[in-house]
């Protein structure tokens, strides 16, 4: 439902169902085997993928760990007590932006519909809905056109406006985080197949950054590289830092 994607036509289109859907997709392609990287909804696909089959997915790189769950209680307890400074640091961070993010997700998870007519109906309102995500979650030292090229964001801006597609994208976040029976959190406090080697791309200015022990424990990798700037959109913000980390990756990863 993003772009132009044909929107799902049922309930319950979460991220297993997209990994399906990506499973096939390669299936078709005639890879048996395969790695991929993923961030922002890309790294919960890849949770997932991992999950639904991980015989197939020979690697797993991921630029948005997704490390505070369940299974990690006792390991953010005990990073509070005795982590590194810069463990703690993270944590704390990824706790602070919880708060100070949470509330266009909670509206997307909860008012899709009311929220995509008046989105649907004002490009300028549309610009400034997405275009504040741009600014805030990436280096809030630089300006924005020092970052993203205005070309970018117009285009990316209009690949919702000329797809009329604000709306369905919105829904995959009910489909995730708004309803009972929602499969995503479970998917992401589930444990880590061994048999998938793993990296962590951790850029300073993501969303959620888990401390870089917590993330090791989860994936577990001795692969977590701790970037020097960006944030959570790596791959328009620093593509050759992100590449660089996933091809040291890939580099020693059998296929």
């Known amino acids: 439902g993003y772009g ?3 929107a799902p036509q049922r309930e319950g289109f979460d991220v297993v169902e997209a990994a399906i859907v990506f499973h096939k997709l390669m299936e078709r392609l005639g890879y048996d085997n395969f790695m991929i990287q993923g961030g922002d909804w890309g790294g919960l696909i890849l949770e997932a993928m991992v999950h639904v089959d991980p015989s197939r997915v020979v690697g797993a790189h991921t630029n948005f760990p997704l490390a505070i ?18 463990d ?8 602070a932006n919880v708060i100070d993010t949470i509330g266009y997700m909670v509206e997307q998870a909860t008012r899709p519909e009311t929220l995509g007519a008046a989105l649907s109906d004002s490009p300028v309102g549309l610009l400034a809905w997405i275009v504040e995500k741009f600014h805030g979650w990436s ?5 924005l056109l020092d970052k993203f090229m205005a070309d970018e964001l117009i285009t990316n801006v209009m690949m919702y406006w000329t797809s ?4 369905s994208s919105a829904r995959f976040y009910k489909e995730n985080f708004g309803r009972r029976d929602a499969r995503t959190a479970l ?8 048999s998938v080697p793993a990296a962590v791309s951790m850029f300073p200015f993501e969303l959620h950054p888990p401390a870089p022990r917590i993330a090791a424990d989860k994936y577990k990798t001795s692969q977590v590289d701790l970037m020097e700037k960006g944030g959570h959109f790596a791959a328009a913000e620093e593509p050759e ?15």
């Open 4 to 6: 132009y994607s044909t």
């Open 69 to 86: 769950c369940p299974r990690n209680i006792a390991a953010i307890l005990d990073t509070l007590l005795y982590g590194t400074e810069l």
């Open 88 to 95: 703690r640091k993270h944590l704390n961070k990824d706790l």
């Open 139 to 143: 280096d809030s030292s630089k300006p």
């Open 164 to 167: 009329n597609s604000f709306t």
């Open 187 to 194: 998917v992401v406090a589930s444990e880590w197949p061994a």
């Open 241 to 255: 830092l992100l590449y660089a980390t996933f091809k040291k990756f890939a580099d020693v990863v059998e296929l």
